[in-house]
């Protein structure tokens, strides 16, 4: 469904005619943000690449107009077209273990460490490697009538919780309940469904509490991002 099938089916449900576009449009993102927060869905799922450059550490994420919501991981391909998958390492470890990381000897980068919309590679890539990032984003915006919505198949999800915040935002309680209790029902069979056909999950790999030598820190395949 469009944003113009959208708004007519939110109305359907607060059952008035005096609402303007522009606030069914604001119930609408505002129920495609709440749905985002609760699950990393397929549908924002983004691959993108960028290309490394001699001694240069520091890359800002290609997102293009997305918005960052997580990163998941990011794959190194070297020349011959050889993968590594890259470990994630929090900022402050990162720097806890190397203080001045622009300063150290170049080689092919192990870990990577994440602020704001860019990551810190290290070690200092010592030739052009592809990146190849995989990132979850926040929804798209929806502002004109024909303006599809990046969930497939969540039309319920997205109508009922628009019109929750209808509801709410007219401080009608009952209805407010009512709608929020439908859309938590059907917010948990989507992501229950969205779960079952995901391939594998991805999990933040855990680091010691004793600072071990930055060479011997080694990519770990079950690593997130």
Known sequence: MNLGE????????????????????????????RIARYHNWRDLYVKANTTTVLGQGNYALPLGDDRLKDLVSITLIDPSGQDT??????????HELVPNPDSETQGKPKVYTLWDNAIQ??????????????YVKWPTKLEDTSDESDFIGLDDVIIAGATQTGFMSLQQKEETIFWNQQFSVLLQEAMS???KHTDHILRLQGYRSTPPRFSDIQPDPMAQG
Do not use: F, H, W
Not at 22 to 28: A, C
Not at 121 to 134: F, K, R, S
């Open 121 to 134: 590679l290290y070690p200092i890539p010592e030739t052009e490697y592809t990146v190849q990032i995989l």
């Open 85 to 94: 998958k890259l470990s994630a390492v929090p900022y402050r470890r990162l």
């Open 193 to 195: 469904g969205d779960i």
């Open 6 to 33: 959208l708004r007519e089916a939110t109305m359907e449900n607060i059952v008035r005619d005096d609402l303007e576009n522009e606030r069914l449009n604001r119930y609408i993102n505002i129920a495609q943000q």
